[in-house]
């Protein structure tokens, strides 16, 4: 007997990003799509500046107006386009459906609010009927959770007087505090010391195992992915380079772009002192992208169509897509010779 046909947790179809600037429009994410079930972790990796806290931010619906607009594709949560929701009902969303750790605590939490206030407020929005000695409880509880001692004294402090940790955990008991179904990180180690890396990760996917839901983990860290990723997008100058499962990622990398970046992580068999492998060149302009592939310039397998005709992601094996050429083409056409 066939099953019922069930949508994805959240699909990201062909999402377009643009920005207004000083030379014109720039597409800052241009038809990105990735797919994330329940309890799922997906990770996006790429260079800083590549589109993956534009993406998020597009996901939430939290991008900066007017300089910049979602001007194409669907993001369908549940099997229902965010885009087309009145802003109050997304309000309902945010913080209790979907959350965001965000890049870096100390802007992102209010200098002028005490902590227990800022936790409270994601109860004030999402259950409006909790009275004030339940919110407060209930904030405490979550400070704990997060793993902060004597929460009932950290919640009468500023953020300015915790530290880094302190302020991160904080910010996941924020997202948290709801138990929303998809929690997306942006960079939530970002720096920390090794020791608090391993601690605030442990949170999250402690939240991930007790409540089922799914995490997006933007990240230019590929050693935090491999260890905690199930699958995994590559982005490269606001496009997807690549996507697949974790394993088949590290393990055969497909795309000129993944393979350099592979390559550029630092091994215990290489020599004392010996240089790591770079990617030559740069990563163009946004206002000077070119019409076929972002990264021909910098590839050294480039094809001659790679110049003018942008390849889209096309399955290289089950489950595993790649945007380049080579997936059809291998080595029939002449590969141009100019390149680094």
């Known amino acids: ?15 377009g990003v643009a920005f207004q600037t000083d030379q014109g429009q720039v597409l800052a994410v241009d038809d990105v799509s990735f797919e994330l079930e329940s309890g799922q972790v997906l990770g996006i990796a790429g260079e800083s500046g590549c589109g993956k806290s534009v993406t998020a ?21 549940k099997g229902e386009n965010l885009l087309d929701l009145p802003i109050d009902e997304m309000h309902k969303i945010r913080g209790k459906k979907i959350s965001m750790i965000f890049q870096e605590p100390m802007t992102a939490l209010n200098p002028v609010h005490t902590i227990g206030r800022q936790i409270a ?14 919110k407060n409880t209930a904030s405490s509880q ?23 940790g302190m302020r991160q955990r904080v910010m996941i008991g924020m997202a948290l505090a709801c138990e929303p179904d998809i929690l997306i990180a942006d960079e939530p180690t970002t720096a920390l010391d090794v020791t608090v890396q391993a601690q605030i990760m442990d949170l999250i996917f402690q939240f991930r195992d007790a409540t089922g ?55 215990l068999t290489q020599t004392a002192k010996e240089p790591l492998p770079t990617i030559p060149g740069n990563v163009p302009a946004l206002s000077e992208m070119p019409a076929g592939c972002r ?25 595993h897509f790649a945007a380049c050429h080579l997936v059809h083409d291998g080595e029939k056409n002449q590969i141009l010779i100019n390149n680094p």
Do not use: W
Request: net charge positive; aromatic share 6%; proline share 8%.
């Open 1 to 15: 007997m066939n099953q019922p046909y069930r949508p994805p947790l959240l699909a990201v179809k062909h999402l």
């Open 57 to 77: 931010l597009g996901l939430m619906r939290l991008l900066p107006r007017p300089v910049s607009k979602i001007k194409a594709g669907e993001i369908l949560f």
């Open 121 to 134: 407020e994601s109860y004030s929005l999402h259950f409006p009927g909790m009275g004030a000695k339940e």
């Open 142 to 164: 979550m400070l704990e959770k997060v793993g902060i001692a004597d929460a009932r004294q950290i919640m009468k402090k500023y953020p300015h007087q915790l530290s880094g």
């Open 213 to 267: 839901m799914a995490v997006i983990l933007i990240t230019h860290d590929l050693g935090l992915i491999a260890e905690n990723c199930d699958r995994v997008v590559v982005m490269y100058a606001g496009t997807v380079a690549e996507s697949a499962s974790v394993t088949t990622l590290f393990r055969q990398p497909f795309h000129p772009y993944t393979k350099g970046l592979l390559q550029s992580i630092p091994s």
């Open 295 to 319: 990264f021909a310039k910098r590839c050294k397998r480039a094809l001659m169509q790679c110049k003018d005709q942008r390849p889209g992601l096309m399955p290289v094996s089950s489950g």
